[in-house]
């Protein structure tokens, strides 16, 4: 029996100005998602990065503390070789994030304060496809930011964040988990694909730290959006999973 072909990517929309990425570690965006900022910010558009943690228990030879003054600095390099200058670390525990309200209330705060049009995370399914298990941080982050993005518009939800002087934002129209195994959706990354390259390069201590030998942050970017690419009939794509919050988007 033959395989059947992965089905093409639709497009994602780009008529917004205004996008938050919301990750559980650093590196979280450098992986697959970061050539696609450096292409819609070089359309003008705002992007702002926020970590939930600062990847503090990533780097096995190097402790928590000393590794999340390293993470956070090379989390802000990398965002400025995309043509991101606003990072926030929430610096919730890394490692031990979980699902639920607290998570929900940090989230939707920042949504409330940032009010961007789309919410990036990334893939928050079980897995990355086949057998490869996803990370229970990812999966809490990715979960709760779709949440989030529909707590914002709520002034009864988190009414704390509304009385101490934040508005409600319902300006959410679709949150974005990259590299889902899930994704119907994808955005054209050949012309910006290096800068990706540049901006995971960044992570220097943390990818010294994984001793994966040979590790080449290029050749790793190239099989996914490669595969992504050929969804898209172009070089190089970057895939999403679309949740949209709006009727008709
Ligand atoms: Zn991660």
């Not at 705060?109 to 897995?127: D, K, L, Q, Y």
Request: hydrophobic share 40%; proline share 6%.
């Amino acid at each position: 029996m033959a395989l059947q072909p992965p089905s093409p990517l639709d497009p994602v929309i780009e008529d917004w100005q205004r996008a938050l990425c919301v990750v559980a570690h650093p590196d979280d965006l450098e992986f697959g998602i970061a050539a696609a900022v450096a292409r819609w910010t070089g359309q003008g558009k705002q992007v702002v990065y926020c970590m939930v943690t600062s990847g503090e228990a990533g780097i096995d030879g190097m402790p928590p503390e000393q590794t999340r003054e390293v993470r956070e600095a090379e989390e802000i390099e990398s965002a400025r070789v995309v043509g991101v200058d606003e990072v926030e670390f929430l610096r919730l525990p890394d490692g031990i994030l979980e699902y639920g309200v607290p998570l929900r209330r940090a989230i939707a705060s920042v949504v409330r304060r940032h009010r961007p049009e789309i919410v990036i995370t990334n893939n928050f399914r079980e897995s990355w496809g086949g057998e490869s298990l996803n990370q229970p941080d990812h999966i809490a982050t990715g979960r709760a930011a779709v949440d989030a993005a529909r707590d914002a518009a709520n002034r009864w939800v988190f009414h704390d964040q509304i009385k101490a002087g934040l508005q409600p934002w319902d300006g959410v129209r679709q949150v974005w988990a990259g590299a889902s195994p899930r994704a119907q959706h994808g955005v054209d990354i050949t012309d910006t694909f290096d800068t990706g390259v540049a901006s995971l390069s960044a992570h220097r201590a943390y990818i010294a730290g994984l001793g994966w030998p040979g590790f080449d942050p290029a050749e790793f970017l190239e099989g996914m959006s490669r595969a992504a690419g050929s969804r898209m009939g172009i070089a190089h794509g970057a895939a999403f999973e679309v949740f949209s919050l709006r009727w008709g988007d």
